[in-house]
């Protein structure tokens, strides 16, 4: 039988005991994106979603999201993060179908000094923000794209750094 680390020896789920790991400096970068319309480009550069500050919002529900990670995703552990940040850049392309030609790029950075990584607490932080844009603009368009959400870089842990080849 192959030892799997989340299996117990009862073949049920259990949650890895990390209190053997060394208490490193841990980081994690994430990126998702969101493309939409141009109508909604010009709601959030200029404010006047009827919902409120788009970007602002959904920062803070990026964060909120890192915070909450371990009560979302089973195995991970709580973790006391260190810091969160959330950025955004804005992409103009005419590549994307129909009249989607704006994309929002989302990176959300994360830390911690603990005994495990915080890998987990990115990606949730990059996807909720991008989720809650499309909460907080759909009832103009319901054809936004979420894109690619992935982990660009990671450091601290045994496992060392990761920084994701360019693609």
């Known amino acids: 039988m192959t030892d799997f680390t989340h299996i117990n020896d009862q073949g049920n789920a259990k949650m890895v005991d990390v209190s053997s790991k060394d208490i490193t400096k841990r980081t994690a970068k994430a990126h998702s994106s969101i493309t939409v319309n141009q109508a909604i480009y010009d709601q959030i550069v200029h404010h006047t979603n009827a919902k409120g500050n788009v970007l602002n ?26 810091g969160i940040d959330i ?34 607490e990115a990606l949730t ?31 601290g842990g045994k496992s060392g750094e990761y920084h994701r080849s360019s693609h």
């Open 57 to 82: 919002t959904a920062q803070v529900a990026g964060i909120m999201a890192a915070k909450n990670t371990s009560n979302i995703i089973p195995m991970c552990h709580p973790l006391p993060l260190t």
């Open 125 to 155: 932080a990059a996807s909720a923000t991008a989720l809650t844009i499309y909460d907080m603009t759909k009832a103009i368009d319901k054809g936004m794209i979420i894109g690619e959400t992935y982990l660009e870089s990671k450091t």
């Open 87 to 120: 950025h955004f850049e804005w992409e103009t392309t005419t590549s994307k179908p129909s009249h989607y030609h704006y994309i929002l790029h989302i990176t959300a950075t994360v830390s911690t000094t603990g005994k495990t990584g915080v890998e987990m």
